[in-house]
């Protein structure tokens, strides 16, 4: 079993940052990917950012350039950088763990809320 948890939202103004964590325990060795999700009020599940081991990180279309994925292997912690938010970013934050050769994401955090208001 792997936990996730986020933490690092909260209400930041239009044009503001903010940097979101996702700490994960139990059996890390398993997971190959890490990926941010979000889902905004009214809206589906978007994924913004994913980062794979050994290889590339992708973006959605939306944040592109103003998000950034990250891994600190010492402490088991991926982040996501977010700069120059804006009010179509609010949304609760998910990361969620893949399992090399999984399909589908495996592991799921309860989220954290980030709200873009001025």
């Known amino acids: 079993q792997v936990q996730l948890v986020e933490s690092g939202g909260g209400l930041v103004q239009p044009g503001g940052s903010l940097r979101l964590s996702c700490a994960a325990s139990?059996?890390?060795?398993?997971?190959?990917?890490i990926g941010w999700y979000r889902q905004g009020p009214g809206k589906e599940r978007e994924l913004v950012a994913t980062?794979?081991?050994?290889?590339?990180?992708n973006y959605a279309d939306s944040v592109k350039g103003r998000f950034t994925i990250s891994r600190d292997g010492t402490k088991n912690t991926v982040y996501l950088q977010m700069n120059s938010l804006k009010p179509e970013d609010t949304a609760v934050y998910y990361c969620?763990?893949?399992?090399?050769?999984?399909?589908?994401?495996?592991?799921w955090g309860r989220g954290t809320q980030v709200t873009v208001s001025s």
């Open positions: 969620a763990a893949k399992q090399l050769g999984s399909e589908k994401y495996d592991y």
């Open positions: 139990g059996s890390i060795f398993r997971i190959n990917t």
């Open positions: 980062s794979i081991t050994g290889a590339r990180t």
